[in-house]
């Protein structure tokens, strides 16, 4: 669900009914996840343009989530969405005003077609196109348009004509993002026109039309006819061109091959012209397959290395065939690559790039975990004991993932007519692999492949590999002892371990350097939310007050957490009070659980604890008034009592963190309550002026004696004008221009502006010199 997203287009428009207002608030603040539904669909179908372009912005809005780890909550709602998005183009395109863009239910329309859109749509996008007056429009129309050309079947010669008409468009109203969009949406089509389009940009005088001409050129089977087009075009452009020159370039390279680069075919003609295939097809998927062919069962281990890697990697086979054509090479592949196996490790000047063992390399990478089956355990047993080289350690690992997993939804493996997974192994076999990837955990002679062995024993062995990770958790090698604990925290174990994993992570130190990300993730998964946030280095050793902190980071419910705060509140252990202090004022606690307002509850209590704090010299870090500061901040209910007690705490505070502190809450309090206590004015004052002090604690005293009221806090102002340090000066020179200190101060403040340098300056100065300017 999306929260406070409008629209992209709708912004200064009403709805009809009060209907269709409470459903657009629904999506804007969602409540729950059916109701968000429902309003979504009541906008979607509610034949008003407003409502239902504000309906296709959520949904194009929704999927954009999805790049960046998010879900869309409607996609669900794809062919309803494309219904009525079609609806939208058959209408005019709505006029534009000072709130609402022209054609803006076009535009709506074409963003949510963008990844919908059908060869069917083909000629309503080319009339939208045509019509567009606006780039919003016309962006989004070149998307689409893309989406539907990559599914047509046959020439669009319409839509190519629009498309090309605003590539060529050179008039001020289309920029060059545009014109270049236009043309890659040309990439698509299967079209003489559009290959004529992409050869025209290629003679244009601007560069970026060339690349994108180019770029064209180098997709849907046009490589061949127009390299040497595309590799004169790229040997006039700036070496340091960059993307998209970058894949042009790129695409003269073409992909050789994973781990046979600088490789020789022992100049073999059929071999090379088999790979030069494959490299740069001709466009017949015929002579691509015969090409893959004769280099997979080639004598050559080179041509076989080069054919298995174009089987895995994304940049080989897909380059020309679908998925499922791929698929269908697995059992083929697969067969070759046991073959491999067998074969002597490759020497080293037969890959130079790769080195010793590239036949063994390009096989494993090829079988992988997607293609292993449980059968093959005795031979990539026999493959991890007998190597010694990392590389081919690190991928038989992998494949032996595959061996044990027999979880066929967890590996993913896909079932062809021509191969059923064997699920199905001896156990002597099965324990013999397990024993070989348990010693990449705990035998020293075997390091630097314990991540892999662990989650190859985690997530393929289930919870028969529970007492493996055990025993990797004693672990004296800290990388080994950290990845154990973060399997065993995992959903499906960490009730059962959780005592365990609870002693381990209470003995980690706070700051770890190897793994942290993997530590910061087990703290959470065992013990839930934050520890505190001025107290992390200390354990409680009381079994009730570890508790009651147990229940703050991992709350059961609103009532026993707040028992616990109190709990500890109430306990007269300093750490445990500081804890629930945090837990109290701090974003990340209680509010995360409970909202802000839970915090009422407690006030009281917090306020008396945190006062009592305040009275006690600091812990030696300062951590306790720390803690008390910022709950006596975030309470905002002050007592005239307070500022001796802030007062307090700014003579005694020796750690520049809470002397920071201490003052931004002194700020805080005097702004609060206009108190002008002497005491503390003249605290202020001496901090103010102490050369000893951090001039960030100096300037900071005089922010503070900025929002004092009185004639004490002026004279301390006035008083810290004659400290040597600029800094100090023009802070205090700014807080003496507010409206009521300034023209007893005219002549003073008009002295110090005038003796500053005019370069190089603090921004006070600046704001100082601009405050008399204004007066004057």
């Known amino acids: 669900m999306v929260a406070g997203f409008h629209s992209f287009h709708w912004e200064g428009c009403e709805l009809p009914s009060a209907e269709l207002e409470q459903a657009h608030d629904e999506l804007m603040a969602p409540t729950e996840a059916q109701a968000y539904l429902r309003a979504f669909r009541t906008l979607l179908h509610s034949g008003h343009t407003v409502a239902a372009g504000i309906a296709l912005d959520h949904f194009q809005y929704s999927g954009a989530l999805t790049r960046f780890g998010g879900e869309s909550a409607v996609e669900q709602f794809g062919p309803d969405v494309l219904a009525v998005a079609r609806e939208l183009l058959r209408r005019p395109p709505t006029p534009g005003d000072e709130d609402t863009l022209a054609g803006a239910n076009h535009a709506s329309a074409l963003n949510a077609m963008m990844n919908l859109a059908e060869p069917a749509d083909i000629d309503l996008i080319a009339d939208a196109l045509a019509l567009a007056t606006n780039e919003d429009v016309r962006s989004a129309a070149c998307s689409a348009a893309a989406t539907a050309l990559a599914e047509a079947e046959t020439p669009s010669p319409r839509l190519v004509a629009a498309l090309g008409a605003v590539a060529f468009d050179e008039s001020p109203d289309i920029d060059m993002r545009e014109r270049t969009q236009a043309l890659h949406a040309l990439f698509e089509a299967d079209d003489p026109e559009a290959t004529a389009l992409l050869i025209r940009a290629t003679e244009s005088s601007e560069l970026q039309l060339q690349v994108q001409g180019a770029l064209g050129l180098t997709t849907n089977g046009r490589f061949h006819d127009h390299r040497e087009r595309v590799e004169r075009l790229a040997a006039t452009w700036p070496q340091d061109a960059q ?81 499922d054509e791929i698929e269908a090479y697995a059992p083929e592949v697969v067969a070759r690559a046991w073959e491999v196996l067998g074969d002597p490790p490759s020497p080293p000047e037969l890959s130079p790039r790769t080195g010793e063992a590239a036949n063994h390399i390009s096989a494993l990478n090829a079988i992988g975990p997607r293609w292993a089956e449980a059968s093959d355990a005795t031979r990539i047993a026999e493959v991890l004991e007998r190597t010694a080289n990392d590389e081919v350690r690190h991928k038989a690992l992998w494949v032996a993932y595959g061996v044990l997993d027999t979880d066929e939804e967890q590996d993913g493996t896909a079932e062809t007519p021509d191969r059923t997974p064997d699920r199905t192994a001896e156990a002597p076999d099965r324990e013999r692999l397990v024993g070989l990837v348990s010693r990449f955990v705990f035998d020293p002679s075997l390091s630097g492949h ?257 929002d004092a009221r009185g004639d004490a806090a002026t004279e301390e102002l006035v008083r810290a004008t004659g400290c040597d340090v600029l800094e100090v000066q023009a802070e205090a020179a700014l807080a003496l221009t507010d409206e009521s200190r300034l023209e007893d101060h005219r002549a003073l403040l008009t002295e110090l502006a005038a003796s500053w340098p005019t370069e190089g300056t603090p921004w006070a100065v600046d704001r100082v010199r601009d405050s008399l300017e204004r007066r004057d």
């Open 450 to 706: 314990h991540k892999t062995a662990l989650r190859v024993l985690g997530e393929a062995l289930g919870p028969e590999s529970n007492p493996l990770l055990v025993r990797a958790l004693s672990s004296g090698d800290w990388d080994i002892h950290v990845q154990a604990a973060w399997r065993l925290s995992r959903p499906e174990r960490i009730d059962e371990h959780r005592e365990l994993l609870e002693a381990a992570v209470e003995g980690w130190p706070v700051e770890v350097m190897s793994s942290a990300h993997d530590a910061d993730l087990v703290r959470r998964a065992v013990f839930g939310g934050m520890h505190s946030v001025h107290w992390e280095a200390h354990r409680l050793a009381d079994p009730d007050l570890y508790r009651a902190h147990r229940e703050l980071r991992a709350p059961s419910g609103e009532e026993t957490y707040h028992r616990a705060l109190r709990t500890l509140l109430d306990s007269g252990h300093e750490v445990a009070v500081g804890i629930a202090l945090d837990h109290w004022y701090d974003e990340k606690g209680l509010e995360r659980h409970f909202g802000e307002q839970a915090r009422a509850i407690d006030t009281p209590q917090v306020l008396a604890r945190a006062r009592e704090a305040l009275r006690r010299p600091p812990s030696p870090a300062g951590a306790s008034h720390l803690s008390a500061l910022h709950a006596l901040r975030e309470a905002r209910s002050w007592e005239p009592e307070d500022a001796a007690l802030l007062a307090g705490v700014l003579r005694r505070a020796a750690d520049r963190e809470v002397r920071g502190c201490a003052l931004y809450t002194v700020s805080e309090f005097l702004y609060a309550t206009e108190s002008a206590d002497p005491e503390l004015i003249s605290t202020l004052g001496a901090l103010a002026r102490d050369d000893s002090l951090p001039v960030l604690n100096r300037t900071g005293a005089l922010g503070a004696l900025s």
């Open 243 to 323: 993307y998209p020159a970058s894949l042009v370039r790129e695409a003269l390279t073409g992909f050789h091959s994973t781990y046979w680069l600088g490789a020789r075919l022992d100049g073999d003609p059929e071999l090379e012209r088999a790979h030069a295939e494959l490299m740069f097809p001709t466009g017949s998927v015929d002579a691509y397959h015969r090409a893959f062919r004769t280099l997979l069962h080639s004598e050559n281990p080179v041509a076989v290395g080069i054919a298995l890697d174009y089987f895995e990697s994304w940049q080989g086979l897909g380059h020309l065939l679908h998925e």
